[in-house]
T-cell receptor, first 114, second 113 residues
Framework: AQSVAQPEDQVNVAEGNPLTVKCTYS??????LFWYVQYPNRGLQFLLK??????LVKGSYGFEAEFNKSQTSFHLKKPSALVSDSALYFCAVRDKGSSYKLIFGSGTRLLVRP | DGGITQSPKYLFRKEGQNVTLSCEQNLNHDAMYWYRQDPGQGLRLIYYSQIVNDFQKGDIAEGYSVSREKKESFPLTVTSAQKNPTAFYLC????????????FGPGTRLTVT
């Protein structure tokens, strides 16, 4: 079965430190992978995606993600965290059965302390 | 929130009543989606529409219905058949399939008592 896992419910990091939010996937073949962010009581915003090409993908707000096929991972990273990065982050993978369906992870809450 | 409006922001209904959630977009997008968000479960797809006058069931369509009579509008009706309707509902749109960025509305929080 296709799935995506975010193993950490919450990640805590100090402002200015690097951050990593983990995501692993289980999909046959080549995956299409995405990261979205949700601020409190709002809809999601697109951060970045991996479809093909370079394994390191750069996205909005200074975020980047590294696709690692051997480890089936797509971790989200940022070199220097900001307090304003505190939000709920979702990893998602395309459902192989439909080009219009995403399978979302359960989300990871990022808390950046001043 | 990128040209998608959802109304109302909060909605309260009694059990047994149908309720319709509004979603309008002015982005000229062909595809529109409805998701349900519950704490700790991520987003689950209810229905999606690739183009006007067409829609398909998502993973949790039971107890919900939709229509797509206009490109700009994709209303969701939560019927009395939905066993656990209390949730946060998100509408989204995109130019095409999921390889394109989805733009989300601000959401409607539905409480049924």
């Amino acid at each position: 079965a296709q799935s995506v896992a975010q193993p950490e419910d919450q990640v805590n990091v100090a402002e200015g430190n690097p951050l990593t939010v983990k995501c692993t996937y289980s999909v046959s073949g080549n995956p299409y992978l995405f990261w979205y962010v949700q601020y409190p009581n709002r809809g999601l915003q697109f951060l970045l995606k991996y479809i093909t090409g370079d394994n390191l993908v750069k996205g909005s707000y200074g975020f980047e993600a590294e696709f690692n096929k051997s480890q089936t991972s797509f971790h989200l990273k940022k070199p220097s965290a900001l307090v304003s990065d505190s939000a709920l982050y979702f990893c998602a993978v395309r459902d192989k059965g439909s080009s219009y369906k995403l399978i979302f992870g359960s989300g990871t809450r990022l808390l950046v302390r001043p | 929130d990128g040209g998608i409006t959802q109304s109302p922001k909060y909605l309260f209904r009694k059990e047994g009543q149908n309720v319709t959630l509004s979603c309008e977009q002015n982005l000229n997008h062909d595809a529109m989606y409805w998701y349900r968000q519950d704490p700790g479960q991520g987003l689950r797809l209810i229905y999606y529409s690739q183009i006007v006058n067409d829609f398909q069931k998502g993973d949790i369509a039971e107890g919900y219905s939709v229509s797509r009579e206009k490109k700009e509008s994709f209303p969701l009706t939560v019927t009395s058949a939905q066993k656990n309707p209390t949730a946060f509902y998100l509408c989204a749109s995109s130019i095409g399939d999921i390889t394109y960025e989805q733009y989300f509305g601000p959401g409607t929080r539905l409480t049924v008592t």
